[in-house]
């Protein structure tokens, strides 16, 4: 993950319950037990590291506010629904003055619980579509938080200006999260734009990765990956797949490249753990009603285009100048 630039916040815009409760390793430090207090329960949806660096950014931001440790009860729902709503049952039940949910299938699984205790979201693509805040703009109840709606129109622009002869892509997301789907119907439209046809490839769950990517071999120019939770979870098994059959992949961020995907032109979740943290911080100290908070949006001269190079070494692609001069290179070890 490349160092983080500091960002205030911007408006306009999984440890199943044993074993997984309130550790931190976060740079905050010597805030101990002399900080400020609160309960802030934490439920992060998925183990992959765009929801891994939402939660850092997230708990370092506030513990450079000055709360301790002892504030945070992270639990982790490793990619299951069910334990996200009991994770969210119990920080209600508990009383906790705030609830940080990162992904939305946690975000909805808190707001079901909750009308009441505040909930500050990150990666959630739109929360109004998913049905957590009457608008981005106004949210009119408990909810706020960052959106992750990556550049997806860009992204397909990046796809076309690698591959200017490409002629069919495949939109690959699972069909279970609202927040894929959002992205994958940006895609489609992206691509009727730049004159791509497209191919619509779903998956339920991890099993399914492997044999769908393989149904796309001789298909398809390339593959695009929208940031999906469980296609997060299972890219090294589907760029292995794709790299290994010539199929570059282009993928909604930078987590994704490190685990074997082409490229993105992406966000930073970090970044959207600091603009989440924020809120909190003015929800806490302030009295802030996340009825009136507008989403938080990334803001899009931020992204940066990042490129696997052992992956483009594999698909033996040369890259255009004009994405090789703004690259940055991740190299994995051989």
Do not use: W
Not at 98 to 105: G, K
Not at 284 to 289: K, P, Q, Y
């Amino acid at each position: 993950m490349k160092k983080p630039f500091t960002c205030t916040a911007i408006v306009t815009a999984a440890m199943v319950l044993a074993g997984c409760s309130g550790s931190t390793d976060t740079a905050g430090g010597d805030a101990g037990q002399e900080g400020k207090t609160a309960k802030i329960g934490i439920v992060q949806f998925a183990e992959h590291p765009a929801l891994d660096a939402s939660y850092k950014g997230f708990v370092e931001t506030m513990e450079d506010a000055g709360y301790s440790k002892d504030s945070f009860d992270y639990k982790n729902a490793q990619g299951d629904q069910s334990n996200c709503t009991t994770i969210a049952q119990t920080f209600v039940n508990g009383g906790d003055d705030l609830i940080y949910a990162i992904a939305t299938p946690a975000a909805q699984a808190a707001a079901n619980e909750t009308s009441d205790i505040p909930i500050v979201v990150s990666a959630v693509t739109d929360p109004a579509a998913s049905g957590l805040a009457d608008s981005n703009d106004k949210p009119g109840g408990n909810v706020t938080g960052a959106s992750d709606l990556t550049p997806v129109e860009s992204q397909i622009s990046l796809l076309k200006e690698l591959l200017p002869d490409a002629k069919k892509i495949a939109i690959m997301y699972c069909n279970a999260e609202d927040n894929s789907r959002i992205q994958a119907e940006l895609a489609q439209k992206a691509c009727e734009k730049e004159g791509l046809e497209y191919q619509v490839a779903t998956v339920t769950d991890s099993n399914q990765i492997q044999q769908v990517t393989e149904s796309l071999i001789g298909k398809v120019d390339a593959i695009y990956v929208p940031t999906d939770n469980l296609l997060a979870e299972g890219m090294s098994t589907l760029s292995k797949v794709a790299t290994e059959n010539h199929i570059p992949t282009i993928v909604g961020e930078e987590g994704m490249v490190e685990s074997g995907g082409l490229m993105t032109n992406g966000i930073d979740y970090y970044e959207l753990g600091v603009l989440a943290a924020n809120q909190a911080i003015d929800i806490l100290e302030n009295g802030a009603d996340p009825a009136d908070m507008a989403i938080a949006y990334y803001p899009d001269d931020k992204c940066e285009l990042i490129v696997n190079q052992s992956t483009l070494n594999s698909l033996g692609i040369e890259l255009p100048a004009s994405l090789k001069d703004k690259a940055e290179f991740i190299t994995e070890e051989e």
